[in-house]
């Protein structure tokens, strides 16, 4: 399939299977109502109620997603039907395989950030400490600062933040293919195998999964923008937004995921 085709289907997919998306619907609406409630009273420990609970739904959400691919890996083009203990502890995985991706290069970022930005920091500081100490005029103190070392702060700082973009933009595309390894596997440690996880992006073709995440963000931003406007809509918005859209998106982005991902 070329990424047009398995956009389209991964767009009819939940059209063909109205009934099994609305029960995961379901999961969505819960969630709105939550959100919604959390909006309309104010209250400290409703506030963490709703909190804990939509956790949990979200964490069961993240499962239906693990379910999908693996019903699409089996070829089928039926949504499964929900099963609360075995999407749980899916989205469980689901979660802990995406908080590593993410650690890593939240890691390395730091470890880099010490040596490049540190001393220039540092010494910023101890400049400013010391003016400080002669005048509490905030003004003075920032107009008094050398220019050279306030540009050499900022341009330590925009490497890091350009490396760290770079960084988080390349294992945002590997934690996709993780995660659908993950469906596959049924085994975190599998999903952890970058190397494996480079090699089956390659074998699926750099260009064309490059093209696919382009596509799907494209359609992802139209989501998201529909899904604002509903939000709008006093009251009820982010109920309906919840159960029609972000469930709608979901479903969409599991079955294209899986799609790409039995491409290589």
Same mark, same amino acid.
């Given at each position: ?10 767009? #009819?997919?939940?059209? &063909? ?7 995961? &619907? +379901?999961?969505? =609406?819960?969630? /709105?109502?939550?959100?919604? %409630? &959390? ?6 420990? +409703? ?34 039907? %929900? ?7 899916? /989205? ?10 993410? =650690? ?13 930005? @540190? #001393? ?11 003016? *400080? ?15 050279? =070392? +306030? $540009? !050499?702060?900022?341009?330590?700082? /925009? ?7 770079? %960084?988080?933009?390349?294992? @945002?595309?590997?934690?996709? $293919?993780?995660? &659908?390894? %993950?469906?596959?596997?049924? !085994?975190?440690?599998?999903? +952890? ?35 604002? =406007? ?6 009820? /918005?982010?109920?309906?937004? #919840? ?12 079955? *294209?995921? *899986? ?6």
């Amino acid at each position: 399939m070329d990424v047009i085709e398995i956009m389209r289907d991964a767009m #009819s997919y939940p059209l &063909a299977n109205v009934k099994n998306w609305l029960v995961i &619907a +379901l999961l969505f =609406l819960i969630n /709105g109502i939550l959100q919604q %409630l &959390a909006i309309n009273y104010r209250n400290a420990y +409703l506030t963490v109620i709703v909190g804990v609970i939509s956790v949990i739904v979200l964490i069961v959400i993240s499962g239906v997603f693990i379910s999908i691919m693996r019903e699409t890996f089996d070829n089928s083009s039926e949504i499964p039907m %929900l099963n609360p203990i075995v999407n749980l502890v899916d /989205g469980i995985k689901y979660l802990i395989t995406q908080i590593i991706y993410y =650690l890593i290069p939240t890691v390395i970022t730091l470890i880099l950030a010490f040596p490049v930005t @540190g #001393s220039k920091v540092n010494q910023l500081l101890m400049v400013t400490s010391q003016l *400080a100490a002669n005048t509490t005029n905030t003004t003075q103190i920032v107009n008094a600062i050398p220019q050279s =070392l +306030l $540009i !050499d702060v900022f341009v330590s700082i /925009g490497i890091v933040a350009i490396f760290a973009l770079i %960084l988080y933009i390349i294992f @945002g595309l590997l934690s996709n $293919i993780a995660i &659908a390894r %993950l469906a596959e596997t049924d !085994d975190i440690t599998a999903a +952890l195998n970058i190397p494996y996880i480079i090699k089956k992006i390659q074998s699926i073709g750099i260009g064309k999964y490059v093209y696919f995440i382009v596509l799907v963000f494209l359609v992802s931003f139209v989501f998201s923008l529909v899904s604002g =406007l509903i939000s709008a809509i006093p009251y009820v /918005g982010i109920i309906i937004a #919840s159960f029609i859209v972000q469930s709608f998106a979901i479903v969409f982005i599991a079955r *294209a995921t *899986a799609l790409i991902y039995m491409e290589g």
